[in-house]
């Protein structure tokens, strides 16, 4: 009735008015003021002018009344001196604060008027009451509970709940999670109005149904908003009903017994949903409609593709007042779509369902076994772990493709509704921060920190990053301590795995030294055992020896020329006879940051130059090829990244030196990119004729058609690639996002090389990252270290670079190819091409 719906206050006598008939006339105008807030659809607020006689009465803290339509209505007065008093905003919970709808009475003669039409009012209201408590409905078994239809805090005993994104508290009602009530109203709906689909919002559900026999008014109080017409809205896309579902759980991130947005929907069954909190957003995980997901959306999480609804439309039952409200209008009525309004309320298709589908005891509906399957459920908070990408020179195309692959995995794995390892950390998020470090010409650490400053006070869990020294400047044990004491306030810093694609420096296996260091290319162990049998099979006696002064070119220039001269022996000291060179240091200022030593460590043997010099144009190839002239040698062992190879092989060619029949080149790091210019990938023509019949060992990688999981894994960049995405574009010295990732040669079957493992990395972090539990519920800094990197050591999978299995010291042994430059004279069309001739099996 009336005192209930009002409250007793509104109706009680004022004690200190000895005038009954003023006493009242004041009731009578207060009541009719509340009435406006309770009775009036739409009305969040009632304001009065407090110079007013009614308006005085309210005056001092607002009046909260809860209204027919099961939100809450507010009645206050302003105070009218001094003028010029606003009222900016008023905040209310389980009503949004940004849309207000207010009445304003500004003098008694409105006042009398809402008094004359209140009495009308209330004879309509005892009338239609007495009609609804005789209307016998149905039956129900046992109550059909709103789970406290208003939002509770806490304390929420056998009802779906959910939780914030700093849990606890925990939150349950019809606000926020799935009801009973709910249940039954868009079940109610959705059978009323023939649809696929039904959606009522929470906050328009009031109490429960309890066990009985259901009556009229039982309906009403239960639905109580009979000016809310349900709607058929024909021809929703698959995408438009999850972008609804969508902005129905965004609101959740938010939650607060202060304010709550009354966005959360109720659905029919067969319609199923999960949600999660990500980064302090509530996001959706799965939508299914009848057993079928729905299209793909931000944060989905995949079934198979046999069971997706990539294009289909679909009738949705709603209401008028969720018809209107612009965070669900677009969706709804977007594309095709059309709309017809049914002229009857929730309140009237629950009466026809219950009298129609439960209208005897016998047939009594029962909650238990009607809904007993959850509808909408809040899955694990996503969990977020970032990864520091290390990748070489920004102008460097066959760089930027390598770790765009790594880039694309990521985001592959991220995306829970491609069908790429979308059971591998179904909550986990990676976030990529990609810095240009250059490849052991850059500042790797310096990256790395840059990083941590943007993230702190989270932390770096994973490193992928693949020349030698940077790994060495981002793995070893004093550069993270170096970390710890740079980011003393970041949990786990200097805890971070590292995965790289190609460093094969072999001084990096020392796990005491480089802890959680696993590699997913071969050591330059092997490629020094595999040379040096070529130079013997071919009775190559002499041999110069030129390297970069990086930790990998020096390594196995010293690989090489141990295992070159085990093979022939020879009198001691007489290694510069046959390792020509003289160990002279080629640099600006006459020093090379490392060069390579005899077997003995005594003295330093072969050619060593400055990669940085040669990088900043302090030094040239020309010199370089002069002083291996210089010693005589016919042959060459090249120990360089492919930068320098370019600069050697060209000057070679251009000066007509240790070039042509008679000599030969053995390359330690065989690549296409060596003869290509970085900026364009088109053939420099100078170092491919200067290299012609170089031979050389490179890792085994399969190709399109070689491998299913290769094939299967390239099929995917090629909708994600170009050779356009290579570019970064400035307008107005703004750089655009590219777009999309870096092909360089434009051929989705082809991949610069070492970009296959970059994928590969990717992948052993996070299938070993998923073994050990993903991340612990207090965060990615809590992450172990030695768990992930232990069940890297034992796995043994098939990626798309082939079999990945690691030895004790997380390296992995594969297969060497043996290569061959060959140049080709077809019609005039001179191409080169690396053939392969044989292979090496690396020791284990």
Not at 197 to 223: I, P
Not at 508 to 519: F, I, K, Q, S
Not at 628 to 657: C, P
């Amino acid at each position: 009735d009336a005192r209930d719906l009002l409250g007793s206050r509104a109706l009680d006598d004022d004690d200190d008015d000895d005038d009954p008939e003023a006493n009242r006339t004041s009731t009578i105008e207060e009541r009719a003021v509340e009435a406006i807030a309770v009775e009036f659809a739409g009305v969040d607020a009632v304001i009065l002018d407090g110079a007013t006689d009614v308006g005085k009465r309210f005056l001092g803290e607002p009046r909260r009344l809860r209204n027919w339509f099961g939100g809450e209505s507010v009645v206050l007065a302003v105070p009218s001196e001094p003028r010029g008093l606003a009222v900016s905003r008023v905040r209310l919970s389980r009503t949004s604060a940004a849309s207000v709808t207010s009445v304003f009475l500004g003098d008694d003669d409105d006042v009398e008027q809402a008094s004359e039409d209140s009495s009308l009012v209330d004879d309509l209201k005892a009338e239609v009451e007495k009609r609804l408590a005789d209307l016998h409905v149905g039956y129900v078994s046992a109550d059909v509970d709103g789970a406290g239809t208003v939002l509770r805090g806490g304390g929420c005993v056998s009802a779906p709940t959910i939780s914030t994104a700093t849990k606890p508290p925990t939150f349950c009602g019809c606000l926020v999670a799935e009801c009973r009530t709910g249940n039954l109203a868009a079940d109610a709906v959705r059978w009323f109005a023939g649809a696929d689909v039904a959606l009522v919002k929470g906050a328009s559900l009031n109490s429960k149904l309890r066990a009985s026999q259901v009556s009229g008014d039982d309906v009403l109080e239960m639905v109580p908003d009979l000016g809310d017409e349900i709607v058929l809205i024909e021809g929703v896309s698959g995408a438009g009903l999850v972008a609804v579902l969508a902005a129905a759980v965004a609101p959740l991130a938010n939650v607060s017994l202060d304010f709550t947005e009354d966005a959360f929907l109720q659905v029919s069954r067969g319609l199923n949903l999960t949600w999660a909190h990500d980064n302090g957003r509530a996001v959706l995980r799965e939508v299914f409609l009848h057993g079928k997901q729905l299209p793909s959306f931000e944060g989905a999480v995949a079934g198979d593709d046999d069971d997706r609804e990539e294009d289909a439309f679909f009738a949705v039952a709603a209401s008028s007042r969720l018809l209107e409200d612009e965070r669900f209008a677009e969706a709804l009525r977007g594309g095709s779509s059309s709309v017809s309004f049914l002229g009857r309320p929730a309140f009237a298709a629950v009466v026809e369902y219950l009298s129609s589908e439960h209208a005897s005891p016998g047939v009594a509906l029962d909650p238990e076994a009607e809904y007993f399957e959850a509808r909408v459920v809040q899955s694990p908070d996503v969990r977020e772990v970032h990864v520091a990408v290390l990748c070489g020179k920004e102008n460097d195309l066959t760089r930027r493709e390598q770790c765009d692959h790594g880039l694309h995995r990521l985001d592959q794995i991220n995306d829970k509704h491609d069908g790429v390892l979308d059971d591998v950390l179904p909550n986990v998020r990676f976030t990529a921060h990609n810095r240009n470090v250059g490849c052991s010409v850059g500042d790797p650490y310096g990256g790395l920190a840059d990083i941590m400053a943007d993230i702190a006070p989270a932390t770096v869990s994973l490193i992928v990053s693949g020349c030698s020294n940077d790994i060495r400047d981002v793995s070893s044990v004093d550069q993270r301590d170096k970390l710890r004491n740079d980011f003393p306030d970041t949990d786990g810093a200097g805890n971070h795995v590292v995965v790289s694609p190609s460093s094969t420096a072999p001084s990096l296996n020392d796990e005491g030294d480089y802890p959680y260091l696993a590699r997913l290319t071969t050591p330059e162990t092997q490629n020094g055992i595999a040379n040096s049998l070529l130079a013997e099979r071919y009775q190559w006696g002499q041999v110069c020896v030129v390297h970069e002064d990086t930790l990998f070119a020096t390594e196995l220039a010293e690989e090489f020329t141990k295992n070159f001269l085990a093979a022939q022996p020879f009198v001691a000291g007489d290694a510069s006879n046959r390792v020509l060179g003289g160990g002279v240091c080629i640099s600006a200022n006459r020093s090379c940051e490392l060069q390579a030593l005899d077997p003995g460590g005594d003295r330093a043997v072969g050619v060593a130059f400055s990669l940085k010099d040669l990088d900043d144009g302090l030094l040239d190839g020309t010199e370089i090829v002069r002083r291996a002239a210089e010693t005589g040698a016919k042959v060459i062992f090249v120990s360089t990244h492919h930068d320098a190879q370019r600069a050697i092989f060209a000057a070679s060619y251009r000066e007509n030196l240790n070039s042509g029949l008679g000599y030969g080149w053995l390359s330690g790091l065989p690549s296409e990119a060596a003869f290509q210019d970085p900026d364009t990938l088109e053939t420099i023509n100078a170092a491919v004729f200067g290299a012609e019949g170089a031979l050389g060992f490179l890792e085994e990688v399969p190709s399109y058609n070689d491998s299913e999981v290769t094939r299967a894994y390239l099929d995917t960049w090629k909708g994600v690639s170009s050779k356009a995405g290579c570019l970064e574009e400035e307008e107005e010295g703004q750089v655009t996002k590219r777009a999309s990732y870096c092909d360089g040669d434009d051929d989705f079957r082809t991949a610069a090389s070492y970009s296959l493992f970059w994928v590969d990395s990717v992948d052993v972090y996070a299938r070993a990252l998923h073994a050990t539990g993903g991340v612990p519920a207090d965060g990615a800094a809590k992450i172990d270290p030695r768990s992930v990197y232990d069940v890297i050591l034992a796995s043994n999978q098939t990626g798309v670079t082939g079999s990945i299995v690691f030895d004790e010291s997380g390296d992995r042994r594969g297969i060497l190819d043996l290569l061959n430059l060959v140049v080709s004279d077809d019609d005039d069309d001179q191409q080169q091409q690396q053939q392969q001739l044989g292979q090496q099996q690396s020791r284990r």
